[in-house]
């Protein structure tokens, strides 16, 4: 499934459907005369807009030239672009932060576009709608359907706050569907992993510079650009530290999920110098995610490896958990004046914190409207969208300061239930395909799709932990791969046919 089948017939046949040109491309053919008469063409006319109407024009031709075949590419052969997509979800709040003013959100939607189109065509030419029957597919369409209907919310303040915070929270899970049909091999899947932890070394390797170099003079003036940021980044004469990501929230659940990541694959069946790569690794991700003071994300990791300890029970493991759990609560009581261990220990006692006793306060006094509104005040009426399109409403100032509170504000009771229907539906599945699996390298990999995902929906509670990228893209890969492992271990064992 590298590769759109188009159908190609004759020289004549495809001519009259895509041309000489695509042709050519299709074919792999790049001396076709097309081509290169094509390619002739537009460096005359660079050279003309050179010579008489400057760089700027000249520039987006070469654009141009650029674009076609990436876009072309993306559609045709969509593990091109899944790749982009997993790249561009690391890099994009880093390179927004430096200044440059090109509207990469928008590239970011019109990847997933191309992406998408490229689905619908190979459904046209392989009518196969397997991917969309499975109980985690159902209920994802059921979800967007729900946020689709928000539309018409006789509650909602704005219909603008809803069309712009569509993409965030229901567009994007469009994307688990690309995972789900492109990804059918073992050698694509270690692909995706070894740049997903390549990524999060360079990430974490980040953090650590900021941590004892301090922000580069961009991130600095950032943080200078608004008094609220330094309040919530300057605590206790400590910087908090966010590396490439949009805050350090963002940067500590992605440290959580890629420590995961690197734990369960070195749980299999690797060389030990594998193994002790992965594990330096995932303590590498460990520390970087301390210097965020992200106490959400403290809680994770313990958490996860609770739900390993009780899947994979046995003495082995229970000794493995009973050692950490020592480790963990002598961290916890020890006497310290370390301001990233102080932090770590306050994660524990949330009773003392008077911001976690704050967010109390206002889930508790946000319930009655809750109750009140089965289908919520609309999508995006809190946060920077409430504020923005209906800025004088009771919601638009009200802080969520958690993806389920969120939920159960903007769409109500109906949609935390469905909310909640969906991620048990999704743990469900995958602690029973685990079960299933024989193979050790893919039940591995199943662990760590699995582990992830729980922990990142013990960390929607805090935080809004699925709406920022890279989390709302590998979000939905993780949940994809938990559906796709089971399939490729019965193409392994001839169950099932191998997928072209």
Known sequence: MDSIQLPIGNESTNKGKFGGLFQGIVSRKLSHPLVTGFVSLMVLIVCILLAFAGPQPALLIVIGIIALPVVYSIITNPKFGIMIMLIGAYFIMWILRMGVGFPLGTLMDGLQALLIFGLLLKLKYRKDWSTFKSPISIMILVWIGYNLLEVANPAAESRLSWLYTLRSV????????????????????????????????????YGYYQEFFGYLPF??????????????????????KFSIFSDPVAFAYNMVASALLCFCLAMGPLRLWKKTILFSLAIFFIGSMLFSGTRGAYVLLPAALGL???????????????????????LIV?????????????????????????????QKRIQPYILSHPMGGGLGATGVWGQRFAPGSYLANFPPDSGYVRVAVELGWLGLLLFCTLMFIILRTGINNYYAMRDPQLKSYAMAMLLIVFAMNIGNYPQEALVQFPSSVYFYLEIALLNVLPIIEKQRNGSLPTAA
């Open 170 to 205: 229901a567009i994007v899970m469009l994307m688990y569907f690309i995972f789900f049909y492109n990804i059918r091999s073992v050698k694509f899947i270690k692909q995706i992993f070894i740049v997903w932890i390549a990524l999060s070394a360079f990430a974490a390797a």
């Open 219 to 240: 991130e600095q003036r950032w943080v200078d650009s608004d008094p609220m940021i330094e309040e919530l980044y300057f605590i206790a004469g400590h910087w908090r």
């Open 308 to 330: 390993y300890s009780i899947i994979k029970f046995n003495k082995r493991v229970v000794v493995f958990a009973a050692i950490a759990a020592v480790f963990i609560g002598f």
């Open 334 to 362: 020890v006497p310290t004046g370390n301001p990233t261990l102080m932090r770590f220990q306050s994660a524990f006692k949330p009773s003392e914190d008077a911001s976690f006793n704050l967010r109390k306060m206002n």
